[in-house]
């Protein structure tokens, strides 16, 4: 038992299609000059062109060195515990590991007893 199709209407409009009465688009309008962005925005219109991010930490160095330190260690502290570790860091000329490193020396003499 066979059931026919319904037809939907498309079977006169595939038989008169004919793929060789296409053509390819032609190649398009030639590109406008590049507009000067001074004036466009002196008319009023905005730039989207990103602005440039003011670093609120242009004051602190960078303390990056090759040490061969390479376990993280993080801790919470108190800003101002923060701030006197830093400071005898940059006073010393340290990185913050070798800081680490002579408090557990000075601690360990210390508490040895």
Do not use: H
Not at 4 to 23: H, I, M, T, V, Y
Not at 42 to 70: I, L, W, Y
């Amino acid at each position: 038992m066979t059931k026919e199709r319904a037809d939907l209407g498309f079977s006169d409009a595939l038989d008169e299609f004919n793929p060789s009465e296409w053509s390819p688009k032609p190649a398009g309008q030639p590109k406008r000059e590049p507009v000067d962005t001074k004036t466009v925005e002196a008319m009023g219109f905005r730039s989207r062109e990103p602005k440039p991010v003011v670093s609120d930490t242009a004051g602190k160095e960078q303390r990056r060195r090759r040490t061969g330190r390479n376990a993280q260690f993080n801790l919470k502290a108190r800003p101002e515990t923060i701030e006197a570790y830093c400071a005898i860091a940059d006073r010393q000329g340290w990185g913050l590991g070798e800081t680490l490193e002579r408090a557990v020396e000075l601690l360990e003499r210390e508490y040895r007893k």
